[in-house]
T-cell receptor, first 114, second 114 residues
């Protein structure tokens, strides 16, 4: 049981390039999330999804796009990368949005934009 | 908007001693959940303990316990018999009931000295 798998673990981008961070979970969780963690800060929610075909903005969605075509996958796309998007990105999933349900996090993807 | 404040950027403790990490939060909601997450150098976010606001009893998980003061909006984490493996960043987090948006504090870096 792999849990939440993120790829790649590390990536360096040039300003203006685009890329997709992949996230997959094998726990049949309905809810999936993308967070970013800037140095010295807690995690901030970028986008989330409550099920296949449904996505919604979090606290810091600008510069990102997501899609949820299947229950398992929730890719995060960066268009026109900017230095401000240098961060560590975490994908997470949960069965529901009840506080009794624990989020399972991926190991993170460190992105540097130069 | 809800905010979570961790006033101690860094803390240190001697192995086998007890340490308390502070967290305060701001909310006007009555239905919410509070969490402590641990982030070791591996970056993996791990749930340490969870507290439902409607429960008066403080949550406990082995060596980890909380002091939940609802009126004061305080949610501190006590680690007893500290171990070297407890060294990590600790994040306090808040979730409004029915929401998908987990709000994190900036974290406290805990060092455990042998």
């Amino acid at each position: 049981n792999a849990g939440v798998t993120q790829t790649p673990k590390f990536r360096i981008l040039k300003i203006g390039q685009s890329m997709t961070l992949q996230c997959a979970q094998d726990m049949n969780h309905n809810y999936m999330y993308w967070y970013r963690q800037d140095p010295g800060m807690g995690l901030k929610l970028i986008y989330y999804s409550v099920g296949a075909g449904i996505t919604d903005k979090g606290e810091v969605p600008n510069g990102y796009n997501v899609s949820r075509s299947t229950t398992e996958d929730f890719p995060l796309r960066l268009e026109l990368a900017a230095p401000s998007q240098t961060s560590v990105y975490f994908c997470a999933s949960s069965y529901s949005n009840s506080g009794a349900n624990v989020l399972t996090f991926g190991a993170g993807s460190r992105l540097t934009v130069l | 908007a809800q905010t979570v404040t961790q006033s101690q950027p860094e803390m240190s403790v001697q192995e086998a001693e007890t340490v308390t990490l502070s967290c305060t939060y701001d909310t006007s909601e009555s239905d919410y959940y509070l969490f402590w997450y641990k982030q070791p150098p591996s970056r993996q976010m791990i749930l340490v303990i969870r507290q439902e606001a409607y429960k008066q009893q403080n949550a406990t998980e082995n060596r980890f316990s909380v002091n939940f003061q609802k009126a004061a909006k305080s949610f501190s984490l006590k680690i007893s018999d500290s171990q070297l493996g407890d060294a990590a960043m600790y994040f306090c987090a808040y979730l409004r009931g029915g929401s998908e948006k987990l709000v994190f504090g900036k974290g406290t870096k805990l060092t455990v000295n042998p």
